[in-house]
């Protein structure tokens, strides 16, 4: 029976070095996951940050770092180019007060509840809705519209003096 016994002793350490070993694995993952996320929250701190400095100190920034905040610039102008050209694209507009972006027919923007209208808007005296200035008639609420007012052509002048 010693066979057995020194078998069954032998099993059972090796059975719990192997259940430590798990143990040591799990830790191991579970410290590189929180090792991870806190990298990724440091990262978004740092990001947080720089563009805190960046708002506050820009100036002072110029002096330092040029060539960083030049590049910066560059890259905020062009996110603002592309954002404009896909509203166009879309046939939406951009809030002028918070910059985002607004559905084509919003009379107030969603975020930060400016009312927004067209320069060139004209509105129904009866209900209030935006309408196309060649409108005689208004979509909404079918009332009258007065006709847009047409630029007077002034007469020539007479090169004669008579009037």
């Known amino acids: 029976m010693g066979f057995l016994d020194d078998l069954t002793k032998t099993i059972a350490k090796s059975g719990a070095a192997v259940a430590e070993k798990a143990k040591d694995v799990s830790e191991i993952a579970s410290a590189t996951a929180t090792m991870e996320k ?18 506050n100190y820009k100036e002072d920034l110029i002096a330092k770092v040029p060539e960083l905040v030049e590049k910066i610039d560059a ?25 985002k972006e607004l559905v084509k027919n919003s009379s107030f923007c969603p975020s930060c509840g400016r009312k927004v209208t067209r320069a060139n808007a004209a509105f129904c005296p009866a209900c209030g ?35």
């Open 38 to 55: 806190e990298k990724l929250a440091l990262e978004k701190l740092y990001n947080e940050l720089g563009k805190k400095m960046y708002e």
């Open 75 to 99: 890259s905020v102008n062009k996110i603002a180019d592309a954002k404009i050209n896909i509203n166009e694209k879309k046939g939406n507009r951009t809030c002028p007060s918070c910059g």
């Open 129 to 163: 809705k935006e309408v196309s200035k060649s409108s005689a008639f208004c979509p909404a609420c079918g009332a009258g519209l007065p006709k847009a007012e047409q630029p007077k052509e002034e007469a020539p002048e007479n090169p004669y003096g008579e009037g």
